[in-house]
Nanobody, 127 residues
Framework: QVQLVESGGGSVQAGGSLRLSCTASGYTSSSYCMGWFRQAPGKEREGVAVIYPGGGRQYYVDSVKGRFTISQDNAKNTLYLRMNSLKPEDTAMYYC????????????????????WGQGTQVTVSS
């Protein structure tokens, strides 16, 4: 059974940093398109970053480019999202998700194509 468990959320001041983790079980995450999504109250779920199978390529939404880094540790079957220079508008529930490998190429930030989801971890950035 595929399971994704996020951790690492919290409350920080603007300009601070956090690292989110997502531990996968039931499958090998390096063979899938893995992504981070977020959803703020009253807003639609937004794709933040994805990493291609094997980790050789990443894709980011424009609003986080240069500030966020997605990575994975294959030995630990764990996905990470390093978030620097956090802004109040980054406040949201952050979700880890997995999809079949080709999703990274055809619809990398489209939540509808991701079939496996974690429970989410809250990130709150105060000004």
């Amino acid at each position: 059974q595929v399971q994704l468990v996020e951790s690492g959320g919290g409350s920080v001041q603007a300009g601070g940093s956090l690292r989110l983790s997502c531990t996968a079980s039931g499958y090998t995450s390096s063979s899938y398109c893995m992504g981070w999504f977020r959803q703020a109250p009253g807003k639609e779920r937004e794709g933040v970053a994805v990493i291609y199978p094997g980790g050789g390529r990443q894709y980011y939404v424009d609003s986080v480019k240069g500030r966020f880094t997605i990575s994975q540790d294959n030995a630990k079957n764990t996905l990470y999202l390093r978030m620097n220079s956090l802004k109040p508008e980054d406040t949201a529930m952050y979700y880890c998700a997995a999809a079949f490998s080709r999703v990274c190429a055809i619809a990398p930030l489209n939540a509808d194509y991701f079939g496996y989801w974690g429970q989410g971890t809250q990130v709150t950035v105060s000004s």
